[in-house]
């Protein structure tokens, strides 16, 4: 049967390791089937959509088992082949089934089998060019819209402009439909910006050298060092040259006030792509940035799979930042996925932090990686001074101190903003029964519920549970219900007890359920407007808040004995994160951190604001216990509604991993996981650990498929987590 008709090996959707075989869809030119269009396929007794990978000439399949496809759903492929490789590599390495990942890389529109919707653009013309400024005289409609035409010669996406006067435009010459993406405006305005500082000049070098090749640099600055004015500089070169850029930020750094400064600074094309966009929106972003017309792509993690015809450089600012890996189904790292697609595309890649991870600083320090560091804040401003406050003994209100308070108080007569930092939302992480010592606790999770008081309810924040607050002891009618510690919502109210009628805001996950809300907050920091300022780790990224003088830290010591061993790395993070929102122009800034643990060797380096210090040591620690960077994990999970089955089935693959003996991999458990129940479900862990990853790999190629016929693998949820970041 070979010869004529080729084999179609296609990525669709299902939960197997692997890809499909079909033959082509009748009467379909051979020449049309190119890796990357997507086709309608039978699949059990349904149809499914799925993306061709590559075409072949043999099948493991009986040729009488083939089916052909049944439909070809485009004409030009909808992933270009190195998106192709990156997902296939992916997948093979995340050890998740290929057709899935694919489908994560689309947007929903597309796997549900829409067209790529094809932009048309009204641009103005050489006519059009040459006409007066206040012509044509007679039609102001025309003429304004001529006028914003000609501002950006990039041209406006239809059909908007011609339901105004654009028919009319078009109708005399003045301007033109095209479908072709036009090219991009050159980057806008250069007076007005500030002079770069000579490190800022020596970074900018630096990250020169890598032009037009593959290459990672690491831009470690301190915060307020002006690392976006450098990335700003760059990304305009490698604009100029043609080339488009993707910017790839955490989840919640991609706020309007760094689009609005990416817009005016460059003032090309650009699309947004992150979680929150409507369907619509998502299409209309990835197919911007497919087409050419976006040149600057900017995104939180997935965006990294948007094709870019003519990528010339990633960067990844806040490179450090855990939301970077996707905690389920396709458990990816952006992080490491853009620097394989920099490879791939042999473009230079950025990545950027004032609190690199440890596996950043690990290749940095180490010669592998350009190290380009700021060590200066930019403009002049001084870098924070950092205090730690022995609050032993000392009486506490709703976890403040009274010398805090009154420091507090101090900068607020002198005009500044205080920032209260908690990382732990609601009112009360506890509530207990001081008669008889019950608390409460999610039925569905191995936790305490907390208590909400403005909401009047308890919630998990493990699973999302919600129920009221009892008014009387459930477990033995008593009506004495203590609240015990304090999150934001206390911490809020205790500050207007003790400052009345001064103007605040709260940002965390509760105060920001919608998107207006957080920007309407930042909104009254910046302007002033808001005195104190309370918040969780949301404050944290990336924000500026210029007349912040007062940082503190209500509770550092959540973070020092974490069962997590990126535990120190996460609250130095933070905490160096959280100090750096003070003093960023020219007033001093100040950083109190609360601590029962002020001789904590941690705490001493964190004093010293020296995140490289911390580092070399953190990694020194990891490097004896051949943790990450030093060594590799993979995590396997599973839960079931009961203990035994989860338990059984990963005893059975620990049994098996043994069996193997894969050169160095230590196979470490079952274990219960850190929260051994969560929404109803028991969960247990196995860890494999290795110093190469190439061991592990080999381990998973060979263990995986036999995990997958173990009858106890169908009473369990089960998942693989390669280069896992969260233990839990
Ligand atoms: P980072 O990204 O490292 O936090 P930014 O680039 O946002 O730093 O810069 C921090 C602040 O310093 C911003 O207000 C920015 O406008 C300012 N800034 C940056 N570079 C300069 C410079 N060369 N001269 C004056 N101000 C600067
Ligand atoms: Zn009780
Ligand atoms: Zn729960």
């Not at 999770?445 to 008014?471: F, I, N, S």
């Not at 973070?559 to 929102?581: H, K, N, W, Y």
């Not at 079931?640 to 990963?650: G, I, V």
């Not at 274990?671 to 196995?686: D, E, I, K, T, Y």
Request: aromatic residues 4%; proline residues 8%; charged residues 25%.
């Amino acid at each position: 049967m070979s010869g004529s008709s080729p084999i179609l090996r296609l990525a669709v959707p299902a939960p197997l390791r692997r890809l499909f075989d079909y033959l082509p869809p009748a009467g379909v030119e051979t020449a049309l089937l190119r890796p990357g269009v997507r086709l309608r396929v039978p699949f059990g007794k349904s149809h499914r959509i799925g993306v061709l990978v590559a075409l072949t000439d043999r099948s493991a399949l009986e040729p009488a088992a083939l089916k052909p496809a049944l439909e070809l759903l485009d004409t030009v492929p909808l992933l270009p082949p190195d998106l192709i490789r990156l997902l296939t590599w992916a997948a093979d390495y995340y050890r998740h089934p290929v057709g899935e990942a694919f489908a994560t890389a689309l947007p929903v529109l597309l796997r549900q089998g829409r067209p790529l919707p094809r932009r048309r653009w009204l641009r103005i013309t050489r006519e059009g060019l040459s006409l007066e400024a206040g012509e044509p005289a007679r039609a102001p409609r025309q003429r304004e819209l001529l006028q914003r035409l000609r501002e950006g010669p990039e041209g406006l996406p239809l059909p908007a402009p011609l339901r105004d006067a654009g028919r009319a435009l078009v109708a005399r010459g003045w301007a033109e439909e095209t479908e072709i993406p036009p090219t991009a405006a050159p980057p806008t305005a250069r007076h007005g910006l500030p002079d770069l500082e000579p490190q800022q000049v020596a970074a900018l070098a630096a990250l020169r050298e890598e032009e037009g090749h593959f290459g990672i640099s690491l831009l470690f600055g301190v915060t307020g060092s002006g690392k976006t004015e450098v990335y700003l500089r760059r990304m305009a070169e490698v604009l100029e040259a043609g080339h488009q850029v993707l910017v790839l930020v955490p989840e919640i750094g991609l706020t309007p006030q760094l689009l609005r400064r990416l817009r005016r600074r460059l003032g090309v094309p650009m699309a947004v792509l992150h979680s929150g966009l409507a369907d619509g929106e998502r299409l209309r972003a990835w197919s911007d940035a497919a087409s050419g017309h976006a040149r600057l792509v900017v995104g939180t993690r997935s965006a990294l799979f948007t094709p870019l015809p003519e990528l010339g450089l990633v960067i990844l600012d806040e490179e450090h930042d855990p939301s970077f890996k996707q905690q389920e189904g396709f458990r990816y790292s952006a992080r490491d996925l853009a620097l394989v697609r920099a490879r791939e595309r042999d473009v230079p890649v950025i990545l950027g932090s004032a609190t690199p991870s440890m596996e950043s600083l690990h290749h940095a320090f180490g010669g592998r990686w350009r190290l380009v560091r700021l060590d200066r804040r930019a403009g002049g401003a001084c870098p924070p001074a950092i205090r730690l406050l022995d609050v032993r003994g000392l009486p506490l209100r709703e976890g403040l101190s009274e010398p805090l308070l009154t420091l507090a108080e101090r900068h607020l007569e002198e005009g500044g903003q205080v920032l209260f930092f908690l990382n732990r939302r609601g009112y009360a992480p506890v509530l207990l029964c001081h008669a008889c010592g019950w608390h409460a606790r999610c039925h569905r999770c191995d936790a305490r519920l907390t208590l909400h008081r403005t909401e009047g309810r308890l919630r998990c924040h493990h699973c999302g549970h919600a129920q009221p607050v009892p008014k009387l002891c459930p477990a033995c009618g008593g009506g004495d219900l203590l609240s015990l510690g304090a999150g934001t919502e206390r911490l809020e109210a205790a500050l207007e007890t003790r400052f009345p009628g001064v103007p605040r805001v709260r940002i965390d996950r509760d105060s920001t359920r919608r998107r207006e809300s957080l920007e309407r907050a930042l909104e009254a920091i910046r302007s002033g407007e808001a005195r104190l300022l309370v918040g969780t780790q949301m404050v944290a990224k990336g924000h500026h808040f210029p007349d912040v003088s007062l940082v503190a830290v209500v509770d550092a010591d959540q973070g020092l004995f974490s069962a997590d061993f990126r535990g120190p790395e996460r609250m130095a993070q933070t905490i160096l994160q959280v100090a750096g929102r003070a003093g960023r122009a020219q007033r001093p800034g100040e950083v109190v951190i609360q601590t029962h643990h002020p001789e904590h060797p941690l705490m001493r380096l964190l004093q010293a604001g020296d995140y490289a210090a911390f580092a070399r040591q953190a990694l020194e620690e990891r490097e004896e216990a051949g943790l990450p960077p030093f060594g590799h994990l993979v995590l396997l999970r599973a839960e079931a509604t009961r203990e035994e089955p989860a338990k059984n089935f990963l005893q059975r693959v620990s049994g098996l991993a043994r069996e193997m003996s894969i050169g160095e991999v230590e196979v470490l458990g079952p274990v219960p996981a850190p929260m051994a129940r969560r929404r109803g479900r028991h969960r247990f862990q196995l860890l494999l650990q290795a110093g190469r990853r190439s061991s592990l790999q080999r381990m998973l190629g060979a263990l995986l498929p036999r995990v997958e016929q173990l009858p106890e693998a169908r009473r369990v949820r089960w998942s693989v987590d390669v280069d896992p970041q969260e233990m839990f």
